[in-house]
């Protein structure tokens, strides 16, 4: 039964999970047994990062980061504020980040130049969800789930005011929630 705040399911539990086998066996191929530090993006990105790393054939460490952006909203120019860094350093390492979401693309722009400045070896993005539309910053996801349309879309990580964010599929809100 659908959540009452919840329009319509726009991508399954299901479908979450064939397409993540599907990303997984990519990555596993990729990087052909070289070790991979998974960088998940708290908290959006936890359930699909949960369920990427045990997918993938490799030697894998986690790290965990935590972004705010600046102020109220991402400023233009996509500033974010380190809440929680990644807890070691990662020069020489194959480094995956992992979101829920691009959305204008400023945070994981700004992620991106910021970790690089540390010198991996490597430095991908794998992202759930891609909403091109309202792309800002000129960044795009090595590894892509699926892109969605612009609308407002909650569960399986992704929030609205910390809500909804423990919803097995990922759903499109009704208006009226995020209008009122
Ligand atoms: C979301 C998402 C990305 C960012 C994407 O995080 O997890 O980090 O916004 O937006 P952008 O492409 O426009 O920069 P949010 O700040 O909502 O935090 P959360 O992960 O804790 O939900």
């Given at each position: 039964m659908l959540h009452k705040d919840i329009k319509k399911v726009l991508i399954t539990a299901e479908e979450i999970q064939k397409r993540t086998d599907e990303i997984a066996a990519r990555i596993s191929k990729d990087y052909e047994g070289e070790p991979i530090l998974m960088v998940c993006?708290?908290?959006?990105a936890v359930l699909f990062f949960a369920d990427l790393v045990r997918k993938i054939n490799a030697e894998i460490n986690f790290d965990f980061m935590a972004v705010s952006s600046y102020g109220?909203?991402?400023?233009s120019s996509g500033e974010v504020r380190i809440m929680k860094d990644i807890s070691g350093p990662i020069q020489g390492k194959n480094v995956i980040i992992v979101e829920d979401i691009i959305d204008s693309g400023n945070t994981l722009c700004y992620l991106k130049r910021l970790l690089k400045q540390r010198h991996p070896k490597s430095i991908r993005i794998a992202a759930l969800?891609?909403?091109?539309?309202?792309?800002?910053?000129?960044i795009e996801g090595d590894y892509i789930g699926f892109k969605v349309p612009n609308e407002f879309v909650v569960g399986y990580g992704l929030d609205y005011n910390e809500k909804y964010?423990?919803?097995?599929d990922v759903c499109v809100l009704k208006p009226e929630v995020y209008e009122k």
């Open positions: 993006i708290l908290r959006g109220a909203g991402l400023s969800l891609d909403k091109p539309e309202r792309r800002e910053a000129d964010r423990n919803l097995p």
